[in-house]
């Protein structure tokens, strides 16, 4: 079946513009996650959705960002205000209810000019 | 709050050589382990998934291992190929599963032909 899918692949913005990233999460898979890839960071989490509620909304860098997901499907990161720090990958992952495998997504690359 | 390292940060083998990457952590109250492989430019493809119950996971030529009470995964490659260089990454969840993986920097490996 389909892998966890991601949208754009890449995407260049002005500094101070607001950004939309999406993910579609494998079929059936309960649990979503959003990271951040960034050159001198790593890999860094940043939240997690169960089914369409995420308890813990405390890994997302600053007030600019916030996830929302649907349907307990697509979710959406959203980056208000964008600064040329939030320039990185942002990757999607998804998992099921029982093992907790996360199957992450090509990512998208987001650049802040 | 869970940290992992990964040792060596690069390593380059000649091709046919078995190999081992190391990763530790410091919360022996661990979930789940999982490796993955990172090519360039590309999103995260996972390999193996170590649940805290058990002690190794084997898919073909790879073998994880898990020990909670030294803190130690190590994910062994037998007869190397060219096509095994990637980054490797090796990422743990604590408290449920449905937590965010904490990802260690990852071992750079190159298999030289």
């Known amino acids: 079946g389909a892998g966890v899918s991601q949208s754009p692949s890449n995407k260049v913005t002005e500094k101070g513009k607001d950004v939309e990233l999406r993910c579609d999460p494998i079929?059936?898979?309960?649990?979503l996650y959003w990271y951040r890839q960034s050159l001198g960071q790593g890999l860094e989490f940043l939240i997690y959705?169960?089914?369409?509620?995420?308890?813990?909304k405390s890994g997302l860098p600053s007030d600019r960002f916030s996830a929302e997901r649907t349907g307990g499907s697509v979710s959406t990161l959203t980056i208000q205000r964008t600064q040329q720090e939030d320039s990185a990958v942002y990757l999607c992952a998804s998992s099921n209810g029982f093992s907790y495998e996360q199957y992450f997504g090509p990512g998208t690359r987001l650049t802040v000019t | 709050k869970q940290e992992v390292t990964q040792i060596p940060a690069a390593l380059s083998v000649p091709e046919g050589e078995n190999l081992v990457l190391n990763c530790s952590f410091t919360d022996s109250a661990i979930y789940n382990l999982q490796w993955f492989r990172q090519d360039p430019g590309k999103g995260l493809t996972s390999l193996l998934l170590?649940?805290?119950?058990?002690r190794e996971q084997t898919s073909g030529r790879l073998n994880a291992s898990l020990d909670k009470s030294s803190g130690r995964s190590t994910l062994y490659i037998a007869a190397s190929q060219p096509g095994d260089s990637a980054t490797y990454l090796c990422a743990g969840a604590s408290g449920g599963g449905a937590d965010g993986l904490t990802f260690g920097k990852g071992t750079h490996l190159i298999i030289q032909p």
């Open positions: 079929s059936g898979h309960t649990a």
């Open positions: 170590i649940q805290s119950s058990q």
């Open positions: 959705f169960q089914g369409n509620s995420a308890p813990d």
